[in-house]
């Protein structure tokens, strides 16, 4: 089994992406078409009408922030 999940996302597509990682403070996002961007990557479901990130979309956020790490560094 392989476990490398390597997206290429927009840093607004991150950014929708860590603020999905809390559901408590999961308000609306502002711009519908990135949760859509990333329910088409089989990052984010919507149940009832909510966003929730997917086990791959966690995946990808821990393995995307690491190399984002590393392109500031």
């Keep these: 089994m392989n476990d490398d999940f390597d997206f290429e996302l927009s840093p607004d597509q991150w950014a929708a992406l860590r ?3 809390n559901p408590v403070a999961n ?3 502002s711009k519908a ?3 859509e961007s990333l329910v088409k ?3 984010v479901v919507i149940t ?3 966003p929730a990130i997917t ?3 966690r995946k990808a ?3 995307g922030s690491c190399r984002l790490l590393d392109l500031v560094a």
């Design 19 to 21: 603020t999905l990682r």
């Design 27 to 29: 308000d609306r996002l």
């Design 33 to 35: 078409y990135l949760v």
């Design 41 to 43: 990557l089989g990052l």
């Design 48 to 50: 009832d009408g909510v």
């Design 55 to 57: 086990l791959i979309g």
């Design 61 to 63: 956020l821990v393995r």
